[in-house]
């Protein structure tokens, strides 16, 4: 082999090995902060609950099992978990809800902030993270303060005579919806922006000029140039709304549960960590597969539209 | 020759648009009025801001007129919203639709419009055709060229067969070779559409070969209306004459009127005949102006007398610059031959000859 060849080799042996060395300290985070935590949910899903909490080292499936199935405690039989099915299914569906309202109310927020002159845009910007300030609790309980039977609105509904008595809306699952709404609408409002504010608003006086009405503009234009925003805002707010724990449990009043509140129990007074952890990749499971249909979706619809 | 309709397509009357309030505020067009012909090919020439385009966005429906009528067919279209006119336009950045190809570009008008789904088929195949764009319709807009992209906008502004179409400055962004094939082109799209064409630009070289008519706008003013060749050889003001081509400008007084002319004596003391627009009678002191072609050097006998200062050559032609024995400079264009280089030199004492009726008396 000559001797320019061998140089190369060896710098291209040592280039490598320098790459490995830099991007080691990402890698160890990665490990550390991601795949080692995952790895340690899925080991303790496979165990023993312990009488205390923690698991003892043996291997189960129990866990696995009752996250589907319940045993009847009088015939022996298994049967599907009703209890669990209802707090996946109002996870969903509550989870669904949000991310809908909040594009509902978030798109033309961010069409407004987008068309503002360059500097006041900024200001709107700020005033829609203000929020973001204030403690996730506190901003919760300011919700169950309006709502609550004698709160703001009830209060206000009854002393102008629209209703003679308070509508229960705390502990139910408009509450815990009217508060996700609230909270997660800054993460649908700021990526929607991101992606009007590229718009070229030109196409939007092209498509007046070719005879398409305001609706058509939007169905036809602006949804399908902005549908990047549109697609992060809404994994942004679904994933977790999956995993509301405080919401659901001030304004669901722990009665009305999701999966967050469902874990949470498992590893405090249900004293089940196996059950909880096997619960949590659940919750890892639909959120995966949640995102994959939506992806998949996304993308078709881009090429037909295109 | 066909004879022109006599019938306006679009009738601007009156026209004024204020930007802003209070001490802030702009008048983008001041008391416009214009009358553009059924099937002609009417250009707004100007430099930026003179309000050409924001008469054509009113035209269009983007922006509407403080004040004034805008007559579409003898109906007043100044209250409609872009979608409700019979009106299109080709963008200066072409705004293709980034999400659609070049098919789907075409056919959006025909769709909004609900038309049947046949003839929008045939419509965007014979669409494709006129600009020659068969083998890209189903390419991404992206994925073409500027002069493609630049055919594409006019083929979707086209396709619904509007009665009028509005081109602001759709040439700018090519370079100078695709500018004029382009400008062909364009010609020949609105002899075969039949189409009244309304193009805006700044390049007076792209007004004067592609239009019938010429309106010459500054500080929301339309200054003069003509054929390119009127404009060109008649300007009516000093600003026309200085922002159409290269022009010398005389200055003197009124020695004698006749009818349709005057004699000017100019500052050198030198007298020459030069017409004077319809019904504008000048006094006092005047401008004349003479196009650089429109005179030529001789030894002797002219009737301004100088020295030659510059010899610019050109290719085409080769410029003269000339001082004038009484102040000011006088430039002689001439055509160059290659048999023919002429002997002038820098320095040497030239007489010009300037030619019956190239002098004009500007109206100011």
Redesign the interface.
Same mark, same amino acid.
């Given at each position: 082999m000559s001797q320019t060849a061998e140089t190369a080799r060896k710098a291209e042996h040592d280039d490598v090995r320098k790459r490995w060395l830099l991007s080691a300290p990402a890698l160890a985070i990665i490990f550390m902060a991601s795949i080692g935590p995952l790895l340690v949910v899925v080991v303790y899903s496979f165990l023993t609950p312990g009488p205390y909490g923690d698991v003892k080292w043996a291997f189960s499936t129990d866990a696995w099992i009752s996250v589907f199935l319940q045993r009847d405690i009088f015939e022996g039989t298994l049967g599907i978990a009703d209890a669990h099915l209802q707090i996946f299914l109002r996870s969903v569906r509550l989870s669904l809800f949000t991310t809908i309202a909040t594009l509902a109310f978030g798109f033309p927020t961010a069409y407004f902030i987008a068309t503002r002159p360059q500097r006041t845009q900024a200001l709107w910007l700020f005033v829609i993270t203000i929020p973001f300030w204030t403690n996730l609790l506190i901003r919760t309980f300011a919700v169950q303060e309006v709502i609550r039977n004698e709160g703001i609105l009830n209060t206000a509904l009854v002393g102008l005579g629209i209703i003679s008595a308070p509508i229960q809306i705390l502990y139910t699952d408009w509450a815990i919806a009217i508060g996700m709404i609230y909270v997660y609408l800054p993460l649908m409002v700021l990526p929607l922006y991101a992606s009007m504010e590229k718009l070229d608003f030109r196409l939007v006086e092209a498509g007046y000029d070719l005879y398409a009405t305001r609706f058509r503009v939007l169905t036809r234009i602006i949804v399908p140039l902005v549908k990047p925003g549109i697609v992060a805002g809404s994994i942004l707010v679904f994933i977790p709304s999956l995993g509301a724990y405080v919401t659901p449990r001030v304004l669901g009043g722990g009665k009305q549960m999701m999966l967050g509140n469902l874990i949470e129990l498992q590893f405090g007074a249900g004293r089940n960590w196996p059950l909880g952890a096997a619960l949590a990749l659940t919750l890892t499971v639909i959120v995966m597969v949640a995102l994959l249909f939506y992806v998949r979706y996304a993308a078709q619809s881009e090429r037909r539209h295109g | 020759m066909p004879e022109t309709p006599e019938r306006n397509a679009i009738e601007v009357r009156g026209v004024s648009k204020v930007f802003g309030f209070g001490p802030d505020k702009v008048v983008a067009l001041d008391d416009v009025h214009v009358a553009i012909r059924e099937n002609e090919f009417f250009t707004l020439l100007g430099p930026s801001g003179c309000g050409k385009t924001t008469l054509l966005r009113l035209i269009?429906?983007?922006d509407f007129p403080t004040d004034g009528e805008i007559l579409l067919h003898g109906q007043d279209i100044a209250p409609l /919203? /872009?979608?409700k006119r019979p009106?299109?336009?080709v963008?200066q !950045?072409y705004?293709?639709? /980034?999400?659609?190809?070049v098919a789907k570009n075409i056919s959006?008008?025909l769709e909004?419009?609900g038309r049947p789904k046949d003839e929008v088929d045939a419509r965007v195949d014979e669409m494709l055709k006129l600009v020659r764009m068969e083998e890209l319709r189903n390419r !991404?807009t992206a994925q073409i060229s500027g002069g493609q992209q630049q055919r594409v906008a006019l083929a979707?502004?086209l396709a /619904?067969q509007p009665k009028v179409l509005l081109l602001d400055e759709p040439l700018s962004a090519l370079d100078y070779k695709l500018r004029k094939e382009m400008q062909i082109e364009l010609k020949r799209l609105q002899h075969e559409t039949g189409i009244t064409f309304i193009f805006v630009t700044h390049d007076q070289e792209e007004a004067l070969t592609m239009s019938a008519r010429i309106a010459v706008m500054s500080a929301g003013n339309i200054l003069q209306i003509g054929s390119p060749e009127a404009i060109y050889d008649r300007p009516a003001v000093r600003f026309v004459a200085d922002f159409i081509g290269e022009t010398n400008f005389l200055e003197g007084s009124i020695e004698e009127r006749a009818a349709g002319g005057a004699r000017v004596r100019i500052s050198s003391g030198a007298v020459i005949d030069a017409s004077v627009a319809e019904g504008f009678q000048p006094s006092g002191r005047v401008t004349v102006v003479v196009r650089p072609e429109h005179a030529r050097l001789s030894a002797e006998g002219g009737q301004l007398a100088g020295r030659l200062s510059n010899i610019v050559y050109f290719g085409t032609d080769t410029h003269f610059h000339v001082e004038l024995d009484g102040g000011g400079e006088f430039i002689v264009r001439r055509q160059n031959a290659r048999d023919d280089r002429g002997t002038a030199r820098i320095g040497d004492p030239v007489s010009i000859v300037i030619g019956a009726g190239a002098a004009q008396v500007l109206r100011d």
């Open positions: - | 269009a429906g983007f /919203p /872009p979608h009106v299109n336009t963008f !950045s705004a293709l639709f /980034p999400h659609l190809t959006f008008g909004m419009l !991404s979707r502004a /619904p």
